[in-house]
Nanobody, 125 residues
Framework: QVQLVESGGGSVQAGGSLTLSCAVSGGTYSAYSSYCMGWFRRAPGKEREVVASIDADGTASYADSVKGRFTISKDNNKNTLYLQMNSLKPEDTAMYYC????????????????WGQGTQVTVSS
């Protein structure tokens, strides 16, 4: 039904920047606009964690580890979710996943109903 495809991953040196994009298709525009959206990541040997979330009304939240460095945004007209990552650290190395929840608010501890396949981010020292 709803498909999400991530792009923009790559390899950068510590202190560098990357912008991830998540293209959404399927479903309806109105439904997508009312969804909670966010980015998750999973590093090798670690559990999946939510990195950033954005409610339907645009309210954003971030994991403590990325506050001040990452910015989540969305463009409903382009059906695209973004994650701007600045001042990257080696600990940010992970597979990053885009997710959507069929609810307008990203409640604490939320998980997605729809998931992308992921895009790899590697940060070197």
């Amino acid at each position: 039904q709803v498909q999400l495809v991530e792009s923009g991953g790559g390899s950068v040196q510590a202190g560098g920047s990357l912008t991830l994009s998540c293209a959404v298709s399927g479903g309806t525009y109105s439904a997508y606009s009312s969804y909670c959206m966010g980015w998750f990541r999973r590093a090798p040997g670690k559990e999946r964690e939510v990195v950033a979330s954005i409610d339907a009304d645009g309210t954003a939240s971030y994991a403590d580890s990325v506050k001040g460095r990452f910015t989540i945004s969305k463009d409903n007209n382009k059906n695209t979710l973004y994650l701007q990552m600045n001042s990257l650290k080696p600990e940010d190395t992970a597979m990053y996943y885009c997710a959507a929840r069929r609810y307008p608010i990203c409640l604490s501890g939320w998980s997605g109903h729809y998931w992308g396949q992921g895009t790899q981010v590697t940060v070197s020292s």
